[in-house]
């Protein structure tokens, strides 16, 4: 039996690169969006295709056996050179109607993205949006997404980035906090009052320790790192909290306290792969999201 895998389909390797990645059939089906049953089809038929035992199973998983370890170089290589084709040729699409995936924060895209994507649909009416809300690194150019919108800069080479504008950070409490507990009206005022923090991540810890707080994990009452959903707790009163003035300014249920401290700001970039920056619905998606992201950020600050 021919062993090569010049005349193996490409789901097949897709499959096998999945697995091997995630360590288990239920990962890869989640992570292509497939069955588990699917998945383990797959893995078979590529065995029996290669003549070759790839995945050994295991208590928690599949994982690589030798031959399979030596082929995983030349799949991943060759999962590069497909996609690499995929994006030329869906970079010299040249129609407008069609999808842009679009990948933001959970808090970007929660809060600020919704208003820009009618703007977008009413303007376009023929290019269709998707929009991933994530606060992982989506990777451009396995085609997870079009375009990508970070607060910080794509350092992937064959990504064309932008920066489009700083987000400025303020200090927030719920009327109803202050109504019970009275307004900070000086930054040591906040010692005296709750403050809803982060969980695990150490941003607000570091950012409080810029200001010259020696802040701990424990100062904080309350803790959460999903960004939603620290946003829900500083709005119904759980403390005093920080959020992007993009939303918090237009938010009725809060105030802005203590405007004049200088907190740290976050830098944002688009990014998308050169070789899909000249498609024609790319473009115009891009280029609405800058005009509306920049002039979101602009009022807020203003």
Same mark, same amino acid.
């Given at each position: 039996?021919?062993?090569?895998?010049?005349?193996?389909?490409?789901?097949?390797?897709?499959?096998?690169?999945?697995?091997?990645?995630?360590?288990?059939?239920?990962?890869?089906?989640?992570?292509?969006?497939?069955?588990?049953?699917?998945?383990?089809?797959?893995?078979?038929?590529?065995?029996?295709?290669?003549?070759?035992?790839?995945?050994?199973?295991?208590?928690?998983?599949?994982?690589?056996?030798?031959?399979?370890?030596?082929?995983?170089?030349?799949?991943?290589?060759?999962?590069?050179?497909?996609?690499?084709?995929?994006?030329?040729?869906?970079?010299?699409?040249?129609?407008?109607?069609?999808?842009?995936?679009?990948?933001?924060?959970?808090?970007?895209?929660?809060?600020?993205?919704?208003?820009?994507? %009618?703007?977008?649909?009413?303007? &376009?009416? /023929?290019?269709?949006?998707?929009?991933?809300?994530?606060? #992982?690194? !989506?990777?451009?150019?396995?085609?997870?997404?079009?375009?990508?919108?970070?607060?910080?800069?794509?350092?992937?080479?064959?990504?064309?980035?932008?920066?489009?504008?700083?987000?400025?950070?303020?200090?927030?409490?719920?009327?109803?906090?202050?109504?019970?507990?009275?307004?900070?009206?000086?930054?040591?005022?906040?010692?005296?009052?709750?403050?809803?923090?982060?969980?695990?991540?150490?941003?607000?810890?570091?950012?409080?320790?810029?200001?010259?707080?020696?802040?701990?994990?424990?100062?904080?009452?309350?803790?959460?790192?999903?960004?939603?959903?620290?946003?829900?707790?500083?709005?119904?009163?759980?403390?005093?909290?920080?959020?992007?003035?993009?939303?918090?300014?237009?938010?009725?249920? %809060?105030?802005?306290?203590?405007? &004049?401290? /200088?907190?740290?700001?976050?830098?944002?970039?688009?990014? #998308?792969? !050169?070789?899909?920056?000249?498609?024609?619905?790319?473009?115009?998606?891009?280029?609405?999201?800058?005009?509306?992201?920049?002039?979101?950020?602009?009022?807020?600050?203003?």
């Amino acid at each position: 039996m021919d062993n090569s895998l010049s005349q193996t389909d490409w789901s097949l390797v897709r499959a096998f690169l999945a697995v091997a990645e995630t360590g288990s059939l239920s990962g890869a089906a989640r992570a292509l969006s497939q069955s588990q049953p699917t998945m383990g089809r797959q893995i078979k038929q590529l065995e029996i295709q290669l003549g070759l035992r790839l995945f050994e199973r295991q208590p928690r998983g599949l994982t690589l056996t030798p031959t399979g370890e030596s082929l995983l170089d030349p799949a991943k290589a060759m999962r590069a050179a497909f996609l690499q084709l995929s994006l030329r040729v869906a970079g010299q699409d040249s129609h407008m109607h069609g999808t842009v995936r679009i990948t933001a924060s959970e808090v970007m895209a929660r809060h600020v993205f919704p208003e820009i994507i %009618v703007d977008i649909r009413e303007s &376009e009416p /023929d290019i269709q949006i998707e929009l991933v809300p994530s606060d #992982a690194s !989506e990777n451009l150019l396995f085609r997870e997404a079009d375009i990508a919108v970070r607060m910080y800069r794509s350092t992937q080479l064959d990504v064309i980035t932008k920066h489009i504008g700083t987000a400025h950070m303020g200090i927030y409490a719920a009327l109803s906090y202050l109504k019970k507990h009275g307004t900070p009206t000086q930054l040591e005022d906040l010692l005296d009052h709750a403050v809803v923090g982060y969980d695990r991540d150490d941003r607000i810890i570091q950012g409080m320790r810029t200001l010259g707080w020696p802040a701990t994990r424990e100062f904080f009452a309350v803790r959460c790192d999903d960004q939603n959903t620290y946003w829900a707790l500083v709005r119904v009163g759980c403390g005093i909290g920080f959020a992007q003035q993009s939303f918090a300014n237009t938010d009725p249920s %809060v105030q802005r306290l203590l405007p &004049e401290v /200088d907190l740290p700001t976050l830098p944002i970039w688009l990014a #998308a792969p !050169e070789a899909m920056r000249s498609n024609p619905r790319i473009k115009r998606v891009w280029d609405s999201l800058e005009a509306g992201i920049t002039t979101r950020f602009e009022l807020a600050k203003a």
